[in-house]
């Protein structure tokens, strides 16, 4: 009898915690690497949100907690909705979880049946394909282009829908492209969709603060689409709180009800103490993580430029999140150092044992041709990386 399930063996390692993996390994041996590959703010969690962590601790909060969350905490997410997305909920639509993956794995469990088609337009975030599949659904990638800017449009979103669609997945700002969806180009969206109505959509909006386009726009603000969208956030990016992982939704009530049934089953309740001090940061004003956001966008348009001194980089300007995510397929077929480029697994690989530069391949996140580079990072690391990279391309 087979030891482990057909389920995690057919699953797929995430590419950016393996990738981070083999970078902390040659770390271990002794070598300078710099990390360009995980998106993690490389800011401290601000001050005055660790204070209220501080507080809940000498308030002796160290109890289980709610389920979906706690009341005010809740609270807290309705104001923010309504405050930045015009969003209104009630407390029954709103789960807190585990970071915004949970919610993510939390919605397949509930909605996704054997066969049911998911749209994930291309590039997508590494992990949405696999949990699909986990819970029996199919993927069904929609090729975009660093001409379109990384965006599907209608006429692509229309010819993808088939009799088995039964939601579409997709994130803005974007992971890993950045990319930024504005309101026409969701209201053309929604123009499709508006004629399937049994179709669901997961927004993703965990990137929604670091945002270079002037305004973020949610699918779920159309009246037609707001019963039928799952909106995700959290406070990992914006607020620099990675690692206090705290996730959560805005829903349909029946969808946030069976959501919290199913995390009954599996966590229960998100850690006590990360959750209060996430009320004090959803209830503070988006300007008070703004420091971090202008710092980002000044090195989004260095590390740009400093690419746009490489041959074979071609790159799009993305309005959001802090990551580039470059075509590199000029590259294939060549041989380096002794070392052929087959594709852009071999050519991240390439980067990191010769350039000492972590980055991720784009095939994790559906686009073969293309390398997410992080610049979640000092502008001195990245004009380092930038530096070792162009060395050992000529």
């Known amino acids: 009898m087979q030891l482990?399930?057909?389920?995690?063996?057919?699953?797929?390692?995430?590419?950016?915690?393996?990738?981070?993996?083999?970078?902390?390994?040659?770390?271990g041996e002794g070598k300078d690497i710099i990390g360009l590959s995980l998106g993690e703010p490389d800011f401290n969690t601000p001050d005055f949100i660790k204070q209220a962590a501080i507080q809940a601790i000498n308030d002796n909060y160290n109890s289980y907690s709610p389920v979906d969350g706690y009341g005010d905490l809740k609270e807290a997410i309705i104001t923010k909705f309504k405050r930045d997305n015009n969003l209104t909920y009630t407390p029954t639509q709103i789960v807190v979880s585990t970071g915004a993956k949970q919610c993510l794995a939390n919605v397949a469990s509930?909605?996704?049946?054997?066969?049911?088609?998911?749209?994930?337009?291309?590039p997508y975030w590494v992990s949405y394909a696999d949990i699909v599949k986990l819970n029996d659904g199919i993927p069904v990638e929609v090729k975009t282009t660093i001409d379109t800017d990384f965006k599907m449009t209608a006429s692509q979103l229309e010819a993808a829908i088939t009799p088995k669609t039964k939601m579409l997945w997709f994130s803005s700002p974007c992971n890993p492209s950045g990319s930024v969806y504005n309101r026409t180009e969701l209201k053309a969206l929604v123009d499709v969709l508006v004629k399937y109505p049994n179709i669901y959509v997961v927004s993703d909006e965990i990137y929604e603060h670091i945002n270079y386009a002037g305004g973020h726009a949610s699918i779920a603000e159309f009246d037609e689409m707001y019963d039928r969208t799952i909106t995700v956030n959290g406070v990992s990016k914006a607020f620099a709180m990675t690692g206090w992982r705290i996730g959560y939704i805005g829903a349909p009530e029946k969808i946030a009800r069976a959501c919290n049934k199913m995390q009954g089953q599996i966590t229960s309740g998100a850690n006590c103490i990360a959750q209060r001090a996430v009320i004090t940061a959803l209830n503070e004003s988006p300007s008070r993580v703004q420091y971090m956001i202008d710092e980002f966008k000044i090195r989004r348009d260095l590390i740009l430029d400093l690419l746009s001194d490489i041959d074979g980089f071609k790159t799009n300007t993305p309005d959001g999140a802090f990551y580039v995510f470059p075509n590199i397929s000029y590259y294939f077929g060549k041989t380096l150092r002794g070392k052929t480029i087959n594709n852009a697994s071999d050519f991240s690989m390439y980067l990191l044992e010769e350039a000492l530069v972590a980055t991720v391949d784009g095939e994790a996140f559906g686009n073969p041709d293309c390398i997410r580079i992080s610049y979640a990072a000092s502008q001195e690391q990245i004009k380092e990386a930038i530096k070792r990279i162009k060395a050992v391309l000529v």
Do not use: F, G, Q, Y
């Open 110 to 122: 509930v909605m996704i049946n054997k066969h049911d088609e998911v749209i994930l337009p291309c």
């Open 4 to 27: 482990l399930s057909d389920r995690i063996l057919n699953m797929a390692t995430s590419a950016t915690l393996a990738m981070a993996a083999k970078a902390r390994e040659l770390r």
